[in-house]
């Protein structure tokens, strides 16, 4: 108590300047519309800033939620995609549409593992038999071409991505139609090279490259764009650069495609050969 005193005389001209300061403020404020509309503006400003602030947090927090649905979603639209179906019987049809029935299937899947700049790139998938995934799929994500699964555990898949020198994926031109071979050179995880095609194909610099369908892909699935282009000498193809759309840098959702008919076109095709 008597500390307590002692402070208040010590420091009484000070405390008295503050109470009469505050005292002064409040007339002005109550009794001015100017003073008080800053005085809530500036409120509102900071009010606004902290709201803001902590919306930004909020959905940093839900971006991982949100692009599994997104996935999720992805994987939907494929599955009802017209690229999906293959027509039963042409001689029945119900308006202008002829009867389908499913022929990919889609699942979605997130990357936990993955190289890019390695001489032997790989992927791993978060889903394995468990889930359905097996040898020979196909992988795609919103961009495009991803790679095929190589391998399967009961929990886990490898992918051999584009940008492997094993990798080979049967593409074409989207509108004219040339088609040829993908195969990675091992130089660069954003160039790969498409091999096999004619030199008297005509096609431009920026021109769109897609799958050609096959027992792993549906034709359409965007692969990249023509770089370069160039005859090679004593041959009669072409060596051309395709500028990859995907980039394997940050390759973290994908999609997983299953040809449900694939074995019968595989063992028509082996009896051929055979």
Known sequence: MKNLIRFIV??????????????????IFNNNYFQQSTFYRVGSNITGSISEQEAKITDYLNLAKANIELSKENADLYNNSISSFMVVNKEFSIINDTLNKVKYKYAPAKVINSTFSKPFNFLTLNKGSLNGFNKNMGIVNERGLVGVITSTSK????????????????????DQHYFGLLKWDGKNH???????????????????????????????????????????????????????????????????????????????ENATIE
């Open 10 to 27: 010590e420091n009484g001209y000070p405390i008295v300047f503050i109470f009469f300061q505050f005292i002064a403020f409040y007339i």
């Open 190 to 268: 954003t160039i790969s090279k498409m091999t096999d095609v004619s030199n008297h194909a005509v096609f431009s610099v920026g021109d769109t490259v897609i799958t050609r369908e096959t027992t792993i892909f549906p034709e359409g699935i965007p692969v990249g764009r023509i770089h370069s282009f160039e005859k090679i000498k004593g041959s009669n193809f072409l060596d051309v650069e395709v500028e990859l759309f995907v980039d394997f840098s940050k390759v973290y959702y994908v999609n997983c495609i299953e040809n449900l008919i694939a074995d019968e076109q595989e063992e028509l």
């Open 155 to 174: 929990n886990y898949s490898i992918v051999l991505p584009i940008i492997h020198p094993q990798s080979l994926f049967s593409v074409m031109l989207k």
